[in-house]
């Protein structure tokens, strides 16, 4: 079943086109990677799925409803959370605030003058599960912004899944990290994502190769492939791209 | 000396926490919505304004509650239909916009109420003295001012530190893109701290209007030392705002209290100037005189020695 489908979507800043007619379906529980080279678009996508920008044209629909028109947090209601290239972690609360706050609006939680956060007690049981799962519970009273940078991208990890959302956007969700961080990290994206639909924008080709079911890769703010690793792999328009390289050999 | 230094310590802890009220208005509307907001202190001028007119048919204490209500649903009105249609063209357009207000709320100020100075009084419940002390008495409304700014802070840290909409505000400050993709409804909630800051400046100028009289250059008067205050701070500190305020209201208090001057300062190093010397003027003057620009003065020093404020912090 297809739970987010592009078509023909479109976004320029100006006269510069940056998004040039991207169509794509994604189908649900699909782990979906999107990779090319800098420049080629990858954020500005995430950025339009997820309506921090307008789309210039085409629809973008979520679950059978078009959400090219929406508010962020409209979108996010319906099921789709996202994480940000740049760490986006709220560094002056500590770790255990930092869910927190991810888990209010999904918890059902209204906004409250008078409603002691301390108080919450289920709020904060499930605040503490969600630090198990990203093993950071014994840090749960750091402040967030004073984490090694390993753990500030798994409390990232942790505020996107704590939102309750079904679709999880990743934007280079290892990038900076050492080889064993990134290990890591992807143990955690697996297990945290299971059962989800995970879209993920990734550099690091390995871990694309080894995450993904599909791969769409984009080019100057155009798909000029989407299909299963092993076929993107040997794909010639895709090499091209990439200047040569043998993409996956890294 | 002693009982001076008292009642300059107690003056200047009561402009310092009715800077403090405005302040923390102004520097939560900028770390949220990055808007430096020109027409902070026309809404405490319009807080005393209105104040002034509740009074007069239905006392005081009406005052108090009902005008900082119709100031903060007022101010949560400019920032839905007017701020939030003019933060798309950048914040030059946002600057103009709340300049223009300024002078808008004032020309309307004048229009309604006219240019002269209102007789807003202060309770009569409050007309007597808290206390006397070596012969000299301090009013029971300069405490209820020192209650009232108090209990409101206690309020808001709470509120900010403990309650569910304080912890999104506060991730809200540093990161709106990402709360809003928590499914909190950002846009609201700015609004929403708009109109409680524009409330909260509201409440200072209820207040403040009995003391520091209310007429039409009362938000010109205040507003630029609420900016000092706010760059001082920090642009964006909350922690920073309360410590620049206190310490202007006190640096004022004590200057205006202090008769010191410089033919002291020249008396020490055993100078002495004629009457009819050039620099007289110079010479001459006292810390009563230059008190009202020493929060200008403070202002350079720390834009050339601490150019991020006291307590701000570069923003990656």
């Keep these: 079943m297809t739970v987010l489908s592009l078509r023909n979507v479109t976004k320029n800043f100006g006269e510069t086109e940056i998004i040039r007619g991207v169509s794509l379906d994604i189908e649900k529980g699909e782990k979906h990677a999107i990779i090319g080279p800098n ?3 990858k954020s500005t996508l995430f950025h339009l799925i997820s309506g921090l920008y307008g789309v210039t044209g085409g629809s973008i629909k979520f679950k059978e409803q078009e959400i090219q028109n929406k508010q962020p947090y409209e979108i996010n209601r319906l099921g789709l959370a996202r994480s940000f290239q740049v760490t986006n972690i709220f560094a002056r609360l500590n770790v255990f605030e930092n869910v927190r706050c991810a888990l209010l609006w999904s918890s059902g939680y209204k906004y409250s003058f008078w409603h002691l956060l301390g108080r919450q007690k289920e709020l904060n049981e499930k605040a503490l599960e969600v630090l198990e799962q990203i093993g950071l519970k014994d840090k749960m009273h750091f402040p967030a912004g004073e984490l090694a940078y390993a753990h500030q991208r798994a409390l990232e990890l942790g505020i996107a899944i704590a939102s309750g959302a079904e679709v999880i956007m990743l934007d280079e969700p290892v990038a900076g990290m050492s080889h064993s961080e990134a290990e890591n990290a992807v143990e955690l994206i697996r297990k945290i994502t299971a059962g989800k639909t995970l879209i993920m924008v990734e550099h690091d080709m390995n871990i694309v190769f080894d995450v993904a079911d599909r791969i769409s890769v984009l080019v100057y703010g155009e798909v000029i492939a989407c299909d299963k690793p092993e076929n993107i792999r040997a794909n010639p328009k895709v090499q091209e791209a990439y ?4 993409v996956g050999s890294a | 000396m ?10 200047g802890l009561v402009t310092g926490l009715l800077l403090f009220m405005l302040a923390s208005g102004l520097t939560l509307i900028f770390s949220m919505m990055g808007v430096l907001n020109f027409a902070h202190a026309s809404f405490y001028m319009l807080g005393a304004y209105f104040a002034y007119s509740i009074s007069l048919y239905f006392g005081f204490w009406s005052g108090l509650i009902f005008a900082p209500i119709i100031v903060g649903v007022l101010g949560a009105l400019v920032e839905r239909y007017g701020l939030r249609r003019v933060h798309q063209q950048g914040h030059v357009a946002e600057l103009v916009f709340t300049f223009g207000l300024a002078f808008l709320i004032e020309e309307a100020v004048q229009f309604f109420w006219g240019a002269d100075t209102k007789n807003y009084q202060s309770p009569d419940l409050l007309d007597f003295p808290l206390f006397t002390l070596f012969g000299q008495e301090f009013p029971a409304y300069r405490g209820f001012m020192i209650g009232i700014s108090v209990a409101i802070f206690i309020g808001l840290y709470y509120v900010l530190t403990k309650s569910r909409i304080g912890i ?3 991730a809200a400050i540093t990161h709106p893109h990402t709360v809003s993709n928590l499914g909190h409804n950002v846009p609201l909630i700015f609004m929403g701290v708009f109109g409680v800051g524009s409330a909260l400046a509201g409440v200072a100028g209820v207040i403040a209007g009995p003391v520091l009289t209310t007429f039409p250059g009362m938000a010109v008067v205040l507003g630029s030392i609420v900016f000092v205050i706010v760059v001082i701070g920090g642009l964006g500190s909350l922690a920073g705002a309360f410590i620049a305020s206190i310490l202007i209201g006190l640096l004022q208090s004590y200057a205006i209290a202090s008769n010191l001057g410089m033919p002291d300062l020249l008396n020490l190093l055993g100078l002495e100037f004629g009457r009819d010397h050039p620099l007289t003027d110079l010479w001459t003057l ?14 350079v020093l720390v834009l050339i020695f601490r150019p991020t404020g006291l307590m701000g912090k570069r923003e990656q």
């Design chain 1, 39 to 41: 420049g080629a678009g």
């Design chain 2, 286 to 299: 006292t810390l009563p005189q230059i008190a009202p620009i020493l929060p200008f003065l403070l202002l």
């Design chain 1, 243 to 246: 200047l040569g390289e043998v």
């Design chain 2, 2 to 11: 002693l009982e001076v230094f008292i009642f300059a310590t107690l003056n």
């Design chain 2, 168 to 170: 999104i505000i506060q």
